[in-house]
């Protein structure tokens, strides 16, 4: 069976979830279609600010926007959270004290946060005697609620925190209904405190956020699904107005919170990514499906499994050895339209505890709702594959990494 036969089957077997990301796809474009109707969203609002940007209506409508659209009371966005993991620290020490304990229902976080966690000397949340207590998951690698109301049971904790993607670990990413069971589990417990959800790659892949299900807070990057492939850097924190008031006032100052902030770009690109994410989401989810299910053909053991539908846009694909992982992630560098020409090599990135190798051919630097690749140079020998800006562009890139495998 020649590359393109295997494709066309591939895309054959896919058909029936390929329609479904398609409605999923409709439902939230309306979503957010209504959302910009709603706060009369017009051309002055992608003017650029300066200075304290006092009574910026670009910013403040396009918060506005993203509440609206993720069902949440409130809601940060700004250029000025300059990833996933500076909106996920700037959320965490905007909610939690001294004292406070967390407790991580999903197992270890990914690596960049482990330094915010437990660094020593770095200003990370031990040095401030916040703890941060982490549950394993169970043998299915789902969220033990069992688990979960013995801890509530036993301490008392000022917030419950679940990553909603997989990072670097081999298990499934969790699903809206998933965090939405921890949720009702954790309320039936008693516990008052914020639920916080790491929402990071899970944007618009289903019809419902975490917020719409019992999270308090939601925190992502722009450079992934919300920014539609447009926004050029940024994070965002949405969900209830007390928890995002919070964090406005560590991400400015407490005397001011929310009512500074200027960009004096513009805010276009962050309208008209926001607006275009969820079609781009559904192009990344159908080509993370159809190398998942080429790869699985071949005989590659890849998370989840391709007969049913992805709750975010990353896929894992373990290999045998290193440098058939190191391979794969060439493959993807060698398909993306910059620096395509680049030979990758594992380096000690910041923030992770063993060499990267990272595939990022992409217009805005590092951006994952783009095709890319990385994976961590340590056993199990696991690539991760998220993103797609076209459906057409996955599909040319899962051709030409198949001719190499084969």
Avoid at 335 to 345: A, G, I, Q, Y
Wanted: net charge negative.
């Amino acid at each position: 069976m020649t590359v393109e036969e295997r494709i066309s089957a591939a895309e054959r077997s896919l058909a029936p979830m390929f329609a479904e990301i398609d409605g999923i796809a409709l439902f939230n474009q309306e979503k957010v279609l209504a959302a910009f109707r709603e706060e009369r969203i017009a051309l002055r609002h992608f003017v650029p600010t300066t200075g304290y940007g006092y009574g910026d209506e670009g910013r403040e409508c396009l918060g506005r926007v993203y509440a609206r659209a993720f069902g949440a009371e409130r809601a940060i966005v700004s250029p000025a959270l300059l990833s996933g993991t500076h909106a996920l620290t700037v959320a965490l020490f905007g909610v939690l004290r001294p004292g406070d304990r967390v407790l991580c229902v999903s197992g270890m976080p990914y690596d960049t946060l482990r330094g915010v966690i437990r660094g020593e000397g770095n200003g990370s949340l031990a040095d401030f005697h916040i703890s941060f207590e982490t549950l394993a998951l169970d043998e299915k690698g789902k969220i033990n609620l069992a688990a979960v109301r013995e801890a509530l049971a036993r301490e008392k904790y000022a917030m419950v925190y679940v990553q909603r993607s997989r990072g670097y670990e081999l298990r499934d990413s969790f699903t809206v209904d998933e965090i939405g069971a921890l949720c009702a589990c954790v309320r039936e417990a008693g516990f008052e405190g914020c639920i916080f959800v790491d929402n990071c790659y899970g944007e618009f892949a289903e019809r419902r956020e975490p917020t719409q299900v019992g999270a308090d807070l939601i925190v992502g990057s722009l450079i992934k699904n919300p920014g539609g492939g447009l926004a050029p850097t940024g994070g965002y924190i949405a969900g209830r107005a007390k928890y995002v008031g919070q964090c406005e006032n560590r991400l400015t100052a407490p005397s001011v919170g929310g009512e500074v902030g200027s960009y004096a770009y513009g805010y276009q690109l962050f309208y008209q990514g926001f607006f275009l994410a969820p079609h781009v989401v559904a192009q990344a989810l159908k080509g993370a499906l159809l190398i998942g299910k080429c790869m699985a053909d071949l005989g590659y053991v890849n998370y989840p499994s391709v007969d049913r539908l992805p709750p975010d846009i990353t896929r894992a694909v373990r290999f045998d050895t290193e440098k058939q992982l190191t391979d794969f992630i060439q493959s993807v560098q060698e398909v993306s339209p910059v620096d395509s020409f680049v030979r990758l090599e594992a380096w000690d990135m910041p923030g992770y505890d063993c060499k990267v190798i990272m595939a990022a051919g992409t217009f805005n630097s590092g951006a994952s709702i783009e095709l890319s690749a990385d994976a961590p140079i340590r056993e199990p020998y696991v690539a991760y594959f998220q993103g797609g800006l076209t459906y057409e562009h996955c599909k040319l890139a899962v051709r030409e990494v198949l001719k190499k495998l084969l």
